[in-house]
């Protein structure tokens, strides 16, 4: 056999050893949805197994509460997965008693140990079977509209919104407040008196929007995480709202921000910074793996500059070398979160997380009269300054 047919027989043999191995992994690549009990306590259990990786996650239906599992075979018929956080630890062993109908049982362990050392441990009785989500109805259209695993179904699907008041905006426009029961989050929709594909579109990202803060309240593994929406102002056809997060989800130290979003109501889209405050440049005379340098370049030290006219003692740079509140530095002024008041556009500084109390400086709203000179004359946005 000459040197290039060994080549190719060779290189024939590791291509097919490649496919072997990837549909072996891809075969092995399972996952199940399971409801039972531990002791008395209902839960749905997802349970993903991938060649000789497993992990999982778990909520209980009284509270929903998402929790994850790290997972291990301890032998041809067993799994073992566990939840660590902070002193304690739980732990599902479980025994497939029924491979074809998928059917388990065993135990769950508690293991806790308090401020004084005290370690206490309490085990409950688990069992396990197949969960048909396809029997639960949908009671909100976002589980509808976006394409989620069994689980996330499981979660979400039971949600229903509540109606908690109802505000007359302006004359055109009139806002809903829907509440859940889960998160007790609210958040608003718009109505108007005709049909509109914009404010239907507006109304899409606002569920959204809801169901993700939902979500998220789930997925905290902390002992708090609460959302608020606030500042929702109309002005002519324009809508701008904030949403601020306060959450301690099992990091090193809690944590919080603040996002602005604006909308066209004639047309549904966003509303971008340099559609309002315009500087000879906007961010798609960049491109797109540029934004971070027009950021840098541009919006960060123009609006610091703009800032600093309109509020020369509080932007001056501190003299004490030990105050961590410098809004003259350019860098905290990144338009990560801006929105529209009664008085104007109000940016919301941002600072690293050892000096996150400077967040959200009182000061910054450019007012509508200052405003108006640096609109971006090719945008026509639907509000009288």
């Not at 997802?46 to 994850?68: A, Q």
């Not at 479980?94 to 769950?108: K, M």
């Not at 996330?152 to 806002?175: H, K, N, R, W």
């Not at 500084?349 to 009182?362: K, L, S, V």
């Amino acid at each position: 056999m000459n040197k290039s047919i060994q080549k190719l027989s060779l290189i024939i043999i590791f291509f097919f050893l490649f496919l072997s191995s990837f549909f072996s992994t891809a075969q092995h690549a399972t996952t199940i949805l399971l409801e039972g009990t531990v002791g008395k306590a209902s839960i749905v259990m997802e349970i993903t197994m991938n060649g000789s990786e497993i992990s999982g996650n778990y909520y209980y239906k009284r509270f929903k509460k998402n929790i994850p599992l790290e997972g291990r075979y301890t032998d041809g018929k067993g799994i073992e997965l566990t939840y660590e956080h902070w002193d304690t630890k739980e732990t599902f062993t479980l025994l497939d008693i029924g491979s074809s109908s998928l059917f388990y049982s065993g135990t769950w362990q508690n293991t806790a140990q308090d401020e004084n050392g005290t370690v206490t441990s309490k085990s409950l009785p688990v069992k396990l079977k197949p969960f048909d989500v396809s029997k639960i109805p949908a009671r909100n259209s976002f589980v509808k509209r976006n394409k989620l695993s069994e689980y996330e179904y499981s979660i979400l699907a039971p949600i229903l919104l509540i109606q908690d008041s109802i505000q007359q905006v302006t004359p055109e426009f009139s806002i809903t407040w829907l509440r859940d029961t889960i998160a007790d989050f609210r958040c608003f929709r718009i109505i108007t008196k005709t049909a509109s594909k914009a404010i239907d579109s507006i109304n899409i990202f606002l569920e959204d929007l809801q169901f993700y803060e939902i979500s998220s309240f789930l997925n905290c593994e902390g002992s708090e995480y609460t959302s608020d929406i606030s500042s929702v102002y109309i002005r002519g056809h324009v809508l701008s709202f904030a949403i601020s997060n306060s959450y301690e989800c099992g990091g090193a130290h809690p944590d919080f921000g603040t996002m602005g979003r604006t909308f066209n109501l004639e047309t549904g889209k966003r509303i971008e910074l340099t559609d309002l405050l315009y500087f000879g440049k906007t961010e798609a005379d960049y491109k797109k793996e540029d934004s971070y340098k027009f950021s840098i370049e541009f919006t960060k030290p123009h609006v610091a500059a703009l800032l600093t006219k309109l509020y020369p003692e509080e932007m001056k740079k501190p003299e004490d070398g030990d105050e961590v509140c410098d809004y003259s530095d350019p860098d905290v002024w990144g338009a990560y979160s801006w929105y529209l008041t009664e008085e104007g556009l109000y940016i919301y500084p941002y600072f690293y997380r050892a000096a996150r109390c400077c967040d959200g400086a009182e000061f910054s709203t450019i007012p509508y009269k200052v405003l108006v000179k640096y609109k971006n004359p090719k945008v026509v946005i639907p509000m009288k300054y």
